[in-house]
């Protein structure tokens, strides 16, 4: 009783926050862009209309799109068939966005849509789909439990958006911060994020199915259960979606050794949504833990050892640091010994970048930026230095490599 009256003395006090946030930006952002416009107006530089047009047309996208989250979280999900959506939508007798997932839960999330407008999403697990009964029961109460709960809606809302990495959220992460921190003081503790189904069945099919190699894990299980057919296209269409997911979970219980670096390495980001998808269970300290000992930065006391690469690997890594950067030359290659998670290796890439007197410390800082962003688009984890042979803090990392 107590929680309920906190809850609801909270809402009115949040949404006046990000109403008063939310308009006070857009009113800025709508000031800035009517001085830079009428600057470009009556600016002598720019004399044709047209150009004066398209900068003006530039400016207002680029400012809004710097303050208003219209981007879709990152969640694992695909769009089901027309078929199947009429289907969902004729089951719970509404009109509703679904995706399909490869977890076993149920969860309502609400996307930044068009500026100020949201998007209601009903994620749910493709296990759940064989039975109509079922899903039908647990769409229904997800949808309940979501419109009823505003304060938690608007922590799911606000995560999400905090889920989105993208420069144009700049603007936004010290009061997304801040307000998820604030949300979750307001919510029950003991509210779950999502409809939690008993998924040991699938759980037990996932391992057997992992550790056979098997890639097909949705549409196996969607065949031998066989009570809707018409899910197969989504299932080899999630198998396909899922295949670093799967690779990983495979190295994750197999402990694989000896991977080739020119093969398709596990990810640790990858083990962190399995977490989350509720399809391996590990402990959130330990996950965290993990995170923190790959991404320190590194030393000449970082636990580090050679790796000896085969003349194809060293080709294959040395291209892609060349299809980024072709002032780039590669020095060594070395893995971190890990405590947490060892059998998802991390890699670091030692280089040495072509540089002028002048220019040394900036551009190295930004062609080292420029390759960690690339080389993260690649299977496994990679960290990248970016140095010259001659820093004393490069010559330490290399001799302390084992």
């Not at 969607?222 to 999630?238: I, T």
């Not at 495979?250 to 596990?266: A, F």
């Not at 030359?329 to 007197?357: G, H, N």
Request: aromatic share 8%; charged share 20%; proline share 3%.
């Amino acid at each position: 009783m107590k929680s309920s009256t906190i809850t609801e003395n909270n809402q009115t006090k949040f949404i006046n926050l990000t109403g008063v946030y939310i308009v006070s930006n857009f009113l800025i952002a709508t000031a800035l862009i009517g001085l830079f416009i009428s600057r470009i107006y009556v600016s002598k530089l720019v004399n044709a209309p047209i150009l004066k047009a398209i900068i003006s047309m530039l400016v207002i996208a680029g400012v809004y799109g710097s303050i208003l989250p219209t981007q879709t979280p990152q969640k694992v999900g695909i769009k089901p068939s027309l078929k199947l959506q009429t289907y969902l939508e004729k089951l719970v007798g509404k009109k509703l966005e679904f995706r399909i997932t490869p977890s076993c839960d149920i969860s309502i999330v609400e996307s930044p849509y068009f500026i100020l407008w949201r998007r209601q999403t009903v994620y749910i697990g493709i296990p759940l789909l064989l039975d109509t009964d079922t899903a039908k029961n647990h769409i229904i109460q997800a949808i309940e439990q979501a419109s009823v709960n505003s304060p938690k809606r608007e922590l799911d809302f606000w995560l999400g958006i905090a889920s989105v990495t993208s420069n144009n959220f700049q603007v936004w992460k010290p009061f997304t911060k801040w307000y998820i921190n604030y949300l979750k003081s307001v919510n029950d503790s003991n509210l779950e994020k999502s409809t939690k189904v008993n998924n040991q069945d699938f759980k037990l099919y996932f391992l057997s199915s992992i550790q056979v190699s098997n890639t097909n894990i949705l549409t196996s299980y969607v065949k031998e259960k066989g009570m809707n057919d018409n899910l197969l296209v989504e299932a080899s269409q999630l198998d396909s979606v899922c295949s670093n997911l799967w690779n990983t979970a495979h190295h994750y219980y197999n402990e694989t050794k000896g991977l080739s670096l020119t093969g398709n390495l596990p990810k640790y980001q990858d083990l962190c949504q399995l977490a989350s998808l509720d399809l391996i269970d590990i402990p959130l300290d330990k996950l965290e833990a993990g995170l923190a000992e790959r991404t320190e930065t590194i030393t000449a006391y970082s636990k580090l050892s050679q790796v000896n690469l085969s003349e194809d690997e060293y080709i294959h890594i040395q291209q892609v640091i060349k299809d980024i950067s072709s002032d780039v030359e590669i020095i060594t290659v070395a893995k971190r010994e890990l405590e947490y998670f060892p059998q998802i290796p991390s890699f670091v890439v030692v280089c040495c970048s072509k540089q002028s007197y002048l220019d040394r410390n900036e551009r190295t800082i930004l062609i080292q930026k420029q390759l960690q962003s690339k080389i993260n688009q690649i299977s496994g984890d990679w960290t990248v230095i970016v140095g010259n042979k001659h820093d004393y803090s490069i010559k330490q990392i290399i001799n302390s490599i084992n």
